[in-house]
Nanobody, 123 residues
Framework: QVQLVESGGGLVQPGGSLRLSCATSGFFFNAYAIAWFRQAPGKEREGVSCVSSRDITTYYADSVKGRFIISRDLAKRTVYLQMNNLQPEDTAVYYC????????????????WGQGTQVTVSS
């Protein structure tokens, strides 16, 4: 079955960097779009970034453009989210998600989710 496992979260100071990983199994990796979402305490889960199938397109939320980079490693079946210049407002649980399809989709259309990894940005 489809499985997504996030890792790489932690505590970082403002201005620092982290790289999140989303290890996958159970589906044709390069044929699915994979997205990153985040959820801060008391807030709705919001989209952060997405890479479509075969890396044709990438999307970023305005709040992370120029700071975050999404990438896919076919050999490792892993999607990464490189996060630079992190700020306290980036503090959240980060999730990767996918569905059976190559195009990026809204949150409610994504059927498969990982368990999340905590990112805390604080001095």
């Amino acid at each position: 079955q489809v499985q997504l496992v996030e890792s790489g979260g932690g505590l970082v100071q403002p201005g620092g960097s982290l790289r999140l990983s989303c290890a996958t199994s159970g589906f044709f990796f390069n044929a699915y779009a994979i997205a990153w979402f985040r959820q801060a305490p008391g807030k709705e889960r919001e989209g952060v970034s997405c890479v479509s199938s075969r890396d044709i397109t990438t999307y970023y939320a305005d709040s992370v453009k120029g700071r975050f980079i999404i990438s896919r490693d076919l050999a490792k079946r892993t999607v990464y989210l490189q996060m630079n210049n992190l700020q306290p407002e980036d503090t959240a649980v980060y999730y990767c998600a996918t569905r059976a399809g190559g195009k990026c989709a809204p949150r409610d259309e994504l059927a498969y989710w990982g368990q999340g990894t905590q990112v805390t940005v604080s001095s």
